[in-house]
């Protein structure tokens, strides 16, 4: 199973100058592939993409499924994605786990056939049940990521999407939520993380997609002999 991807953006920057984005490339269908590059590259546009939150013309499909060709597009409520934002962007009136339940809400009503996570066993691996009954302004900011993990998690993805997850947070709290992070390779699903950290790539990569410029040919690296180091 694979991710297809042929897809093409352009727009005006704010000083008029034309901006081309061309993403082509076949990934696998599961394991974490780490999007790297120079800033201004398109990580985040490419994931925008993927997600249908920005909308390029081309072609994509994930694991058979089409979710954009031509004249059709998969608005991005229906995809059955999960996606971690830098900050988390946990909703901050609702509790650890009422966030959780919000996310469980929306896998019934996108997912076809929603694979069956245990998220019992997620929590306990990501070490947050003693979380559940709090506010997301009263936790540090890996307890913040984990928990938006967790949602990401508790909407039966067919694919998750993180952003950068540990660019906002100090070296002592990236130490904290890496191991976390390690234990995403115990989901059987696809996973496309946006990363400018070589000891990310080196920790949590499978295969690596880098970006060398707008416009640029993209390249998708072998798969590593040993992707998780423990």
């Known amino acids: 199973m694979t991710i297809e991807v042929r897809l093409a953006l ?5 000083h008029g100058r034309p901006l081309n984005f061309n993403f082509e490339a076949e990934l696998p269908g599961h394991g974490i ?7 201004g590259a398109g990580k985040t546009t490419f994931l925008r993409c993927l997600a249908g939150l920005t909308r390029a013309s081309g072609f994509l499909s994930v694991n058979g499924e089409i979710w954009q060709n031509g004249a059709f597009f998969l608005p991005t409520h229906r995809r059955p994605l999960g996606y971690v934002f ?3 962007a946990l ?8 966030n959780l339940d919000y996310g469980a809400k929306r896998s019934t009503k996108r997912s076809r056939h929603p694979k069956a996570i245990d998220m019992d066993h997620f929590i306990e691996i990501l070490g947050i049940g003693h979380l559940m009954d709090r506010k ?3 936790l540090s900011g890996g307890e913040r990521q984990r928990a938006a ?5 508790a909407s039966s993805p067919e694919i998750l999407f993180l952003d950068e997850p540990l660019s906002a947070l100090d070296q002592e709290r990236k130490n904290e939520i890496m191991p976390y992070l390690k234990s995403l390779k115990e989901l059987d699903l696809p996973i496309i993380y946006v990363s400018h950290s070589q000891d990310e790539i080196d920790h949590l990569a499978g295969t690596v997609l880098r970006m060398a410029r707008p416009g ?4 998708a690296e072998a798969r590593f002999a040993q992707p998780f180091k423990s």
């Open 149 to 153: 993990l967790a949602r990401a998690v």
């Open 86 to 88: 830098q900050e988390g």
């Open 216 to 219: 640029a040919p993209i390249m």
């Open 10 to 14: 352009s727009y005006a920057t704010p």
């Open 91 to 98: 909703f901050p009136h609702l509790t650890v786990r009422k």
């Open 33 to 39: 592939t780490v999007v790297t590059g120079p800033s």
């Open 136 to 138: 997301p302004d009263t």
